[in-house]
């Protein structure tokens, strides 16, 4: 069997157990034999467990057993499921990939955005915090004419719409010898050069990627911005619309009218997050902080100047 086919079980396997939550392996074997991989052929129970044992190995994901319970089986660390995790975002990509694979002959017809690679960036960083070594680069932010020089601690590599960024940890002295720690981030498509260094570091014990983006919209969380309490009005449509696609994880509907739906969220209200708002033109209006409600009618406003009329 080659191991594209391999793969493809290893997906179904997951997803037909995540779907039922609890399923026994007769009831397993009846929706295997339903599916065009089996041929009609049962799958056996040395192979379900050589998948089972396989599906931990690669993806970190656990099939466990509840024997008390007529011998059903079941994700046992589902939470990896639920998050932004590695885990999640494999089987999710996976799982698409298995799809269209198979719909080859529709390819002119299903339209797919590029996710940015940015050459051999992304195996130095993974090496890199494998072996919690430093990365030195070549940045151009935009607006700079010259790169700049920096070497750092990559923490973790985060994904955000179509990007790979690194957060870098750095470490300075200041003028009375006390020594401060401070992040960044960095873009793929804005680094011109990378190499590993020797030097080793000791990443913070206590750092949590999770817990360091959980108040962010996007990847801007080291402006010294604190996340507060907000609340969004959406107008029309675009109430249906953030209820299927929640702006933060901490977003819940508090109250709703003829022609609008009241969101309030708890985050880190940075530019980016701003500048979504500032898209969503006549749809969302904020209504609480007021400084953020006058920041994005300033940003309005700034907008609508650039389409005045120029003077003769």
């Known amino acids: 069997m080659k191991t594209t086919d391999k793969f493809k079980e290893y997906i179904w396997l997951l997803n037909t157990i995540r779907r039922a939550r609890r399923i026994t392996f007769e009831e397993i074997n009846e929706k295997w034999v339903e599916t065009d991989m089996s041929g009609g052929v049962e799958l056996a129970k040395a192979t379900f467990h050589r998948h089972k044992d396989a599906i931990q190995d690669i993806f970190g994901i656990f099939i466990e057993c509840d024997c008390k319970n007529g011998y059903k089986y079941y994700i046992g660390n589902e939470n990896v499921l639920r998050e932004n995790t590695v885990q999640n975002w494999m089987l999710s990509t996976l799982s698409v990939n298995n799809i269209i694979s198979e719909s080859l002959s529709l390819q002119k017809r299903i339209l797919l955005e590029p996710v940015s690679y940015e050459g051999d960036y992304l195996p130095k960083v993974i090496e890199a915090m494998k072996r919690n070594v430093r990365i030195a680069v070549k940045y151009r932010k935009y607006g700079d004419e010259a790169p700049r020089e920096l070497t750092f601690d990559p923490y973790c590599l985060k994904m955000y719409r179509q990007r790979w960024y690194v957060l870098g940890h750095f470490m300075k002295k200041v003028e009375n010898g006390e020594i401060i720690e401070y992040f960044g981030m960095f873009s793929f498509d804005r680094i011109e050069e990378m190499k590993l260094t020797d ?9 949590d990627a999770q817990s360091y983006f959980q108040d962010c919209f996007g990847v801007l969380s080291g402006d010294g911005t604190e996340p507060e309490r907000i609340v969004i009005r959406a107008f029309g449509f675009e109430s249906y619309y953030l209820k299927d696609l929640p702006l933060h994880k901490s977003q819940r509907e ?6 609008y739906t009241d969101f309030e969220l708890f985050m ?5 997050f701003s500048g979504h708002l500032l898209s969503r033109s006549n749809q969302i209006k904020v209504l609480s902080p007021q400084w953020l409600a006058d920041e994005i009618y300033n940003m309005h406003i700034n907008a609508a100047l650039l389409y005045e009329p120029e003077e003769d």
């Open 199 to 207: 030097v080793k570091f000791q990443i913070d014990p206590d750092f």
């Open 254 to 259: 508090i109250g709703h009218g003829d022609n």
């Open 268 to 272: 880190r209200p940075t530019l980016d």
